[in-house]
């Protein structure tokens, strides 16, 4: 069954207030670079990764929604109405019906007379 929509919506808002904050907690561990540049980097990394993992969580949950179903339930119902509406002849090849003559030459006696 799927996530209830307030579930999905509050799990991404922790999870860009949670990003939002991400810089200063990297504040100590980036003291060695340079007027701590190596933050931006290492941040939109870890927001890009982070919002992939919510953003795939959210796809598996319901995954048919990404899918053209009724397309394809369509597409399947057109087929199954062609094959049952078939007929001799439809396919473009000439039908050939045996006359009653035909029909006593074919069946007579085996040795042809």
């Not at 953003?55 to 598996?60: I, N, P, R, S």
């Not at 509406?85 to 000439?94: I, K, L, R, V």
């Amino acid at each position: 069954s799927p996530v209830p929509l307030f579930y999905s919506r509050h799990t991404a808002r922790f999870l860009g207030f949670w990003l939002l904050l991400l810089p200063f907690a990297l504040y100590d561990p980036f003291a060695s670079t340079w007027n701590h540049v190596g933050m931006i980097p290492a941040t939109a990394l870890i927001s890009i990764f982070l919002f992939g993992i919510e953003e795939l969580a959210t796809q598996m949950e319901e995954p048919f929604t990404i899918l053209p179903m009724q397309a394809f339930c369509d597409k399947i119902g057109n087929w199954c109405n062609e094959i049952v509406s078939w007929e001799a002849g439809d396919n473009g090849m000439p039908v050939y019906k045996a006359s009653e003559k035909d029909m006593e030459v074919n069946l007579g006696t085996p040795n042809g007379s």
